[in-house]
């Protein structure tokens, strides 16, 4: 069975390290634990492909931006015939605490523009997704809170997160979705 794991950020230097580009950072952890190198470019994507426990898994990041992701999704689940339930997304949430995940098997987008987007683009709402914490934005704009870049130790939280997002993706790759929501999905002290 192939799956397909897509992290959401916005292309090009300027966002690399901004809280909207956790997606992004986090494929990048799971793309090391698996060994595989995102170097191909096509259907508005870029993108490695790899084995994961004896299936094909796909890692793939939209080059769209963040509200237009949807259609980087689309085009890779149509080309390998795949349903939405193969799709794991990985994204920032403010409307979670600073380096806490949330893993859901299905759902709304929320208020997230990507999610909604590829929600859209797929037909439906029966998309595993791994939320990762970006905390809230307090006075500031939102627009420019998620795409500010987070000091040092709010880095340090984000780094973490992104190492137990690529292991909860891991679980979920592995078919044990509630094995990653009981381990993941608890309350992070101090976050």
């Known amino acids: ?27 990048d952890a799971l793309a090391e634990r698996l060994h595989i190198r995102l170097t191909k470019r096509g ?8 084995i994961f426990r004896g299936g094909r898994v796909l890692l793939v990041k939209p080059q769209t ?3 237009l992701s949807g259609d ?24 979670l605490p600073v380096g806490s995940l949330r893993i859901r098997a299905n759902g709304s987008a929320g208020t997230h523009n990507g999610m ?10 029966n998309v595993p997704r791994v939320r990762i914490g970006v905390g809230g934005h307090g006075d500031a704009a939102l627009r420019d ?22 292991e909860a993706a891991e679980l979920i790759l592995a078919g044990d979705i509630a094995k990653a929501q009981m381990q993941f999905n608890k309350k992070h002290e101090g976050r």
């Open 145 to 166: 809170y998620v795409l500010g870049k987070p000091g040092q130790e709010e880095f340090r939280l984000l780094t973490d997160a992104f190492a137990r997002a690529a």
């Open 116 to 125: 909604r987007s590829v929600i859209a683009c797929v037909g439906s709402e």
């Open 43 to 50: 259907m508005r994507g870029l993108y490695g492909e790899g």
């Open 1 to 27: 069975m192939m799956h397909v794991v897509a992290g959401l950020g916005n292309p090009g230097l300027a966002y690399r390290k901004s809280r909207h580009n956790a997606g992004f950072l986090a494929l």
């Open 65 to 67: 931006y963040m509200n």
């Open 72 to 95: 980087c999704v689309q085009q890779i689940l149509h080309f390998y015939k795949l349903p939405p339930e193969q799709l794991i997304v990985l994204y920032d949430d403010i409307d």
